[in-house]
């Protein structure tokens, strides 16, 4: 096996997403104009996008980490417009871009215009994200989207299946789709719910970091391989596992989670880095199948398959959006009143991803060439359309439509009012010890235990400070500053001890750890 050109996609990828973060572009837009430009380089190696590779070993990973970091809460308050758009939105956008697409495209038979409809339907969970982190878009707008990109790759997958069976003549019928989404649907959710309480006893239980992480990074492969074994949804089982171990994650042990952020964060990047690349890198293989449709024709077709998409999306989300609220008083008095200018943003972050690609080339050579090269095709115009029209145009939008910011003096004062109530439970519980002979300690640890305490309860008032007139810094960026020179100044005794031989490398490791987890502890005290 030739491992140079999976090192070259890596390195590759990272590279340009680390490039990303220094431009006011998006990474996921910046990778795939990269992978578009590179894709046409002479020996740069072919890529195929494997949906044996993608859907089982690639999408796990990447749905985990986003529904882990997501809020159970946030998104059970929003359950109703995410189930809107990850099921009611998926199922319109199938049926109407299949049919626009069987009345544009002379001879494509309807099935097949339902296979695409299916396969383009789902907005990317890893898109979403990306634009929505870097664009700071209001939080519930941002948990519709997160919930919906979450969530709608079931949807889609079990339309395209039904879709494919119509198409290849399997006698699919319409009760058949609706039974088969059913026990995707309940399957996977059942699957996950089995699965998540065992895991997280797992994850409390075992005493070693690094058998927890093991365990962490092979709990998305585990729930999806599960739900799928079982012709369940296997998106959703991942979903539901990766939200209730989110939820409780703070029953962990502390280790485990400093080395279970840093680790899913460079899965993350390296996941989704290699993603946008890979979605560039397939011109040359959706231009070389495509066989019988070419030139002007195909370019017509891409375009007015490329406006259905974007058109369908503000048909559904502005009745979905309003619409159940002038029919429903319950839902006018629980949820918060929505707006033109979020149901705007909502239509219009609809872009597409690896997802639809990777079911696109899963299509099976049972499907005539000439139907199942065009949907690959239409595809990827699709996607790599979203991507940069709505990607490149939706924080310019964001920004002329003026969403109020994040009022940084409330949540600070939150969180202050949070720690302050904290650490009085916290020193009362240090009385209480204290109070039992077995714990008696000489009064200089006293006194420190109630000096962390202290720093910790006043660091979030201080952060409210005024700003040093001579530097420039708030109080906690010069005490952020100050325990950095302190420790480095320990770091470089300890290192040249270890020069001269006073101690070794495996005294070194230990020091170096303890002063790393301080400068962490400092770091994280400052904000």
Partial sequence: MDVMPLLLLVAGSAAVAAAARRTPAPAPLLLVAVGLAVSYIPGVPSYTLDPHVVLPLLLPPLLYTSASDSSYLDLRAQLRPVALLSVGYVLFATVVVGWAAYVIVPGLPLPAALVLGAVVAPPDAVAATAVARRVGLPARITTVLQGESLLNDATAITAYKVALGAAVGEGATWAGGIGEFALAAVGG???GLVLMAPLHWLRTHLKEPLLQN???L??????????EQAHASGVLAVVVV????????????FATRLQEE????MVAFVLESAVFALIGLQLPIVLKRLGEYQGPAAAWYAAAVFLVVVVARFVWVYPATFLPR????RIRAREENPTWRGAMVTSWAGMRGVVSLAIAFAIPSTMADGPRNLILFL?????IGTLVVQGVTLPPLIRLLRFPGRDRQTETLAEANAQAQASRAAEARLDDLLSDERNALPPPLVDRLRTVLERRRNAVWERLGQVNPVTGESVDDTYRRLSREMISAEREVFVRLRDHRYIDDEMLRALLRRLDLEEAAAFREAG
Avoid: C, M, N, Q
């Fill in 379 to 383: 595809t990827f115009t699709t996607v």
């Fill in 218 to 227: 092979l709990i998305p492969f585990v729930a999806y391989g599960v739900a």
């Fill in 242 to 253: 990766a939200l209730y171990l989110g939820h409780r994650a703070w029953e962990v042990d």
């Fill in 326 to 329: 002038l029919l429903s008083e």
């Fill in 189 to 191: 959710v059942g699957i």
């Fill in 214 to 216: 093991t365990l962490s």
């Fill in 262 to 265: 840093a680790v899913w964060k």
